[in-house]
C-alpha cells in the first residue's frame, strides 16, 4: 500500500512535501514524493491522507498503565492528603499508597485499557510501561498492563517494578519475582518484552539491586529505575537521614532492615553497583551534577524526563541543555495519571517546549523534543534500528496527523496544534490500530 500526505516527516531527514510511502510486509519499502511512486507502482493500492503530516510515532519512555484510575486522586487542589501550593516526594508517594488501596482491582484493571487506547489514540506507537510486584498494596495487577499492550497490538516494554528495602527478605522476595517474570516471558513476542526496574535507591536494599542487575545482563534485558528524582532523594542518599529514613522507611518497617552505603549522589551510587549502561533507562534525572552527567555520558546511558509530572509534584525539572550538550539521549514519558493529567505525548512535549523556552529560556527547538518523542526513544530502548524514523527496511510504526498550518517550520507547527483528535491514524508494524474516520484504510501487514 502506498500512504501519501501534504508532508512526509521522516526525522532522519528533511520533510519531503507531497510525499508517499510504501508499505510492503509490515516494513518501509520506498519513501519520495507521491508522483513519483504513484508512477513507479501503478497497480499498487493507494490512500491519500491528504491535508496531514505522516511520520514516525511516538515513544513513551515512563509510564504506569495501572495507576491510570488514580487520575484526579492526588493531584488536586481540593485533596487534603497533598498540599497544593507544596509537598514532597514521600508525601505524595504515601498519598499514591492510600488512593490505590482504596481502588479495586476493576477500577485498576478499567484503567489499564483507558491509559492504553488514549495513548494509541493520540499518537503514541511504542510505551514503556512499569507493573509493580511488591508487598504494600492490598489491590494489585502486576502483569496485567503487558498481556493489555499486547492485545491492542501496541509496541511494549514491560518493567517489573520491584520495592523492598528489606536486606534479610531479599532473596526470597526475588525468587518469587523471578518465576512470574519467567511465566510472563513465555509469552513474549514481536512487539512485546519484559525488564526490570528497581523503583528506586531508597526503595530497593543494596542486595536486591544487585541481584535483579545480575538477571538482566545474564538475560539481556532492559532496566528502568527512578534516579535523582528528589532534594529528599539526595539528602538521604549522600547523608543518609530525613523524611525518606524517618518516614517512609518506618512505615514499612525497613528502618532497621537496612544495608545502605552513603554515596555523593544517586549517580554515583547506581555507577558503583554496576547498572549504567545503555540498557539502563534513568527516569527523571532532576538533581544532577556535572560529574553525574559525565558518568551517564561515558556509559552511554540514556534518560527520561518526565517534565509535567516533575512540576505537578514539585520535585523540580531536569536541565535538558545540560543534558542535551553532554551528548546523552534524551527522551520522554508522561509518567501516570496520579502525577499528571493524560498519558498524550503531545502534550509532554508541547509541556516541555514551552518551559523550557518561556520559564527557562532556552534555545531548544522543536525539532529537538519530536526528536526525544520518536528516534530518542527509539535508541534509548535499543530498537533505533526497527523504528524511530521513517527509513527504507524499518518498520512501519507510523502516524498520520491533521496538518493545522504550512509554515516554515513543521516541528513547531505540530508542538503548538496538535489536539487528541488530530492523530488520524496510528500503525504499528503495519496494522492500523487506530484510525478516525479514514474511509479506505486498511492494514498493510
Keep these: 500500500m502506498i500512504l501519501s500526505a501534504e508532508i512526509v516527516l521522516p526525522i532522519s531527514r528533511p520533510p519531503i512535501y507531497n510525499g508517499a510511502v510504501l508499505i510492503r510486509n509490515e516494513k518501509i519499502e520506498e519513501i519520495d514524493t507521491k508522483e513519483r511512486l504513484l508512477a513507479k507502482y501503478k497497480n499498487e493500492e493507494y490512500l491519500n491522507l491528504k491535508e496531514s503530516v505522516l511520520m514516525p510515532g511516538l515513544i513513551n519512555l515512563h509510564a504506569h498503565l495501572e495507576l491510570t484510575a488514580l487520575k484526579g486522586s492526588i493531584i488536586n487542589k481540593n485533596n487534603p492528603v497533598v498540599p497544593s501550593e507544596k509537598t514532597d516526594i514521600v508525601s505524595w508517594i504515601l498519598a499514591l499508597i492510600e488512593s490505590k488501596k482504596k481502588s479495586s482491582r476493576n477500577e485498576l484493571s478499567s484503567g489499564i485499557t483507558i491509559g492504553i487506547k488514549e495513548a494509541i489514540s493520540t499518537g503514541t506507537t511504542t510505551i514503556a510501561d512499569l507493573t509493580t510486584r511488591n508487598t504494600i498494596y492490598s489491590t494489585s495487577v502486576f502483569g496485567e498492563s503487558f498481556y493489555a499492550i499486547k492485545e491492542a497490538k501496541l509496541r511494549g516494554f514491560v518493567f517489573i517494578e520491584i520495592l523492598n528495602f528489606d536486606s534479610s527478605a531479599a532473596v526470597t522476595y526475588w525468587n518469587d519475582t523471578e518465576k512470574v517474570i519467567e511465566q510472563i516471558r513465555k509469552d513474549e513476542g514481536s512487539l512485546t518484552s519484559i525488564g526490570i526496574a528497581p523503583h528506586s535507591i531508597y526503595s530497593v536494599s543494596s542486595k536486591l539491586l544487585k541481584i535483579a542487575r545480575d538477571y538482566a545482563i545474564k538475560e539481556k534485558i532492559k532496566m528502568s529505575m527512578h534516579v535523582a528524582e528528589s532534594m529528599e532523594e539526595k539528602e538521604f542518599v549522600s547523608k543518609n537521614k530525613g523524611i525518606i529514613k524517618d518516614i517512609y522507611h ?104 514551552l518551559f523550557y523556552r518561556k520559564a527557562l529560556r532556552t534555545n531548544i527547538k522543536a525539532e529537538d523534543i519530536i526528536r526525544c518523542g520518536t528516534i530518542n526513544g527509539a535508541k534509548a530502548l535499543s530498537i533505533n534500528n526497527k523504528i524511530g524514523t521513517l527509513d527504507i527496511g524499518k518498520e512501519a510504526d507510523l502516524i498520520a496527523v491533521r496538518l493545522h498550518k504550512k509554515d516554515i517550520d513543521i516541528y513547531r507547527d505540530l508542538l503548538l496544534n496538535t489536539k487528541p483528535d488530530d492523530v488520524l491514524m ?20
Design 250 to 353: 518506618k512505615k514499612f518497617n525497613w528502618d532497621r532492615k537496612r544495608d545502605f552505603k552513603r554515596y555523593p549522589t544517586s549517580i554515583e551510587y547506581i555507577d558503583k553497583n554496576g547498572l549504567l549502561s545503555k540498557d539502563l533507562l534513568a527516569v527523571h534525572c532532576v538533581h544532577l551534577t556535572d560529574e553525574d552527567m559525565k558518568r551517564l555520558s561515558e556509559k552511554n546511558t540514556p534518560v527520561v524526563l518526565c517534565p509535567r509530572s516533575n512540576t505537578l509534584i514539585g520535585v523540580g525539572i531536569a536541565s535538558f541543555d545540560k543534558l542535551n550538550s553532554s551528548g546523552i539521549t534524551i527522551g520522554f514519558g508522561t509518567d501516570s495519571c496520579a502525577s499528571n493529567y493524560s498519558l498524550n505525548m503531545w502534550d509532554e512535549m508541547r509541556f516541555a517546549y
Design 426 to 445: 496510528t500503525m504499528v508494524a503495519g496494522k492500523v490500530i487506530h484510525s478516525s474516520g479514514i474511509e479506505g484504510l486498511k492494514n498493510v501487514n
